[in-house]
């Protein structure tokens, strides 16, 4: 079992920086490909970002490539989201997403991850 803990989320004004951090227990990440996931007040869960193990790939949604940033630490076990030129359409809870994986792998879907944490919200005020 993984468990994951999100954190750094919070209030921003527009064009603003946020570092989303994912802490992961219970197992090594080494193995597992992450991702970033948000969810806005009545809207669907959207893919963000995602990252192989061994962070050889990277994948990011259209919205965020150029702004956002995901990397990984393997020695913290941890998974990091950085956000640059905040947007007020980029409030949402957004989630950290593990699953097990094939090396350089990468996904996109909600479906294709079995861990998931609880989620950070983050807002940005115009």
């Known amino acids: 079992q993984v468990q994951l803990v999100e954190s750094g989320g919070g209030l921003v004004q527009a064009g603003g920086s946020l570092r989303l951090s994912c802490a992961a227990s219970?197992?090594?990440?080494?193995?597992?490909?992450m991702g970033w996931f948000r969810q806005a007040l009545g809207k669907e869960r959207e893919f963000v970002a995602a990252?192989?193990?061994?962070?050889?790939?990277?994948y990011y949604a259209d919205s965020v490539k150029g702004r956002f940033t995901i990397s990984r630490d393997s020695a913290k076990n941890t998974v990091s989201l950085q956000m640059n030129s905040l947007k007020p359409e980029d409030t949402a809870v957004y989630y950290c997403?593990?699953?097990?994986?094939?090396?350089?792998?990468?996904?996109?879907?909600?479906?294709?991850?079995?861990?998931w944490g609880q989620g950070t919200q983050v807002t940005v005020s115009s």
């Open positions: 997403a593990a699953d097990r994986s094939s090396i350089g792998a990468v996904y996109t879907m909600p479906g294709q991850y079995d861990y």
């Open positions: 219970g197992r090594t990440l080494s193995n597992y490909a």
């Open positions: 990252i192989s193990w061994g962070s050889r790939s990277t």
